[in-house]
């Protein structure tokens, strides 16, 4: 009997090749940057390029996929796509896209039991417009609300991490591990700062890198692309990484990652990880994700379902 999960992972992997050749040759010409929500909140034309790239692709695939009429597109943050499965495949389910750069007409995007995709076309925007090593292509495959599959394709680098529910995750086709340490003094710590409109969240965004170093950890970085983060966790070169405010989008293909590659994902708190959250922890283990979660502390993002 065929699996119809992994004929969408090859798709999706071959076509996360030909996503991070078209930023790899964009990154070779002047790069047009606009501007969404605020002045750090980037979008450029390659992201719509290539998120337009992905979609076509699955639907050269599979050509009974479609827009349904009632959907539109906008500016907004992200996108949710009716897509109708030729021959029943998903046993009648419909299947649906969350991605960064479109939008059902501002509705709120809503994970639901059926198989979804999930897209960053480009994770970490700012370092693409910047030349900044760390870019990624980021697909998440999720079906009944946990993760099948996840590919993240950290292009300028060449690496491209894989991961399928129950089988191990993988680096240019190499098993990966995370470090398994259990010690936060002996640990590297992942994080991301920027700008945060509430001046009250910015306070509390610093004060928690300045908590994390004096545990002590040997140190805390912020490559930029949350997504390459999470792989970096999950191939061991990093102990741990901590976010408040990213994307259903950002996590996906990573939560399958660094999951497969034995890794702890958790909420913030410390409870179970939700991908609709825009929260996170992800640790080499459960002592330094446990750690990190009593250490820091939260503020508010709202979540992907809501319209809050």
């Known amino acids: ?97 969350i991605g960064e750069e479109s939008v059902a007409a501002g509705a709120p995007s809503v994970l639901t039991d059926n198989p979804t995709w999930i897209i960053d076309p480009i994770d970490g925007t700012t370092n693409f417009v910047h030349r900044f090593p760390f870019v990624s292509v980021s697909i998440g495959f999720a079906v009944k609300k946990e993760i099948e599959f996840g590919i993240v394709y950290s292009c300028i680098e060449d690496k491209m991490y894989t991961a399928r529910k129950g089988k191990g995750a993988f680096c240019n086709g190499v098993p990966i591990k995370v470090s398994g340490q259990e010690d ?42 949350a997504a390459v983060n999470m792989c970096l966790v999950a191939c061991g070169a990093a102990d741990a990484y901590y976010h408040m405010g990213i994307h259903c989008w950002d996590m996906a293909g990573g939560a399958a990652v660094v999951t497969e590659a034995g890794g702890v994902i958790m909420d913030i708190s410390g409870g179970p990880f939700d991908l609709m959250s825009r929260r996170l922890i992800v640790a080499s283990s459960r002592a330094i994700a446990e750690r990190i979660a009593k250490e820091v502390t939260e503020f508010s993002v709202g979540r992907d379902d809501t319209e809050g």
């Open 1 to 97: 009997m065929s699996d119809p999960w992994q004929e969408c992972m090859d798709l999706c992997v071959e076509v996360t090749k030909r996503a991070g050749k078209m930023i790899r040759e964009a990154l070779q010409k002047d790069i047009a940057v606009m501007q969404k929500s605020s002045p750090v909140d980037l979008v450029t034309e390659t992201d719509q390029k290539v998120e337009q790239l992905i979609i076509s692709s699955i639907k050269e695939k599979y050509p009974t996929h479609r827009y349904p009429a009632s959907l539109g597109r906008s500016s907004a943050s992200f996108y949710v796509i009716l897509v109708v499965p030729e021959k029943e495949l998903w046993s009648k389910n419909a299947i649906f896209f």
């Open 184 to 225: 936060v003094t002996k640990s590297l710590v992942l994080t991301e700062m920027g700008f945060k409109k509430d001046p009250e969240h910015f306070k509390i965004m610093l004060a928690n890198v300045k908590t994390i170093l004096t545990i002590p950890v040997h140190g805390v970085r912020s490559p930029g692309s």
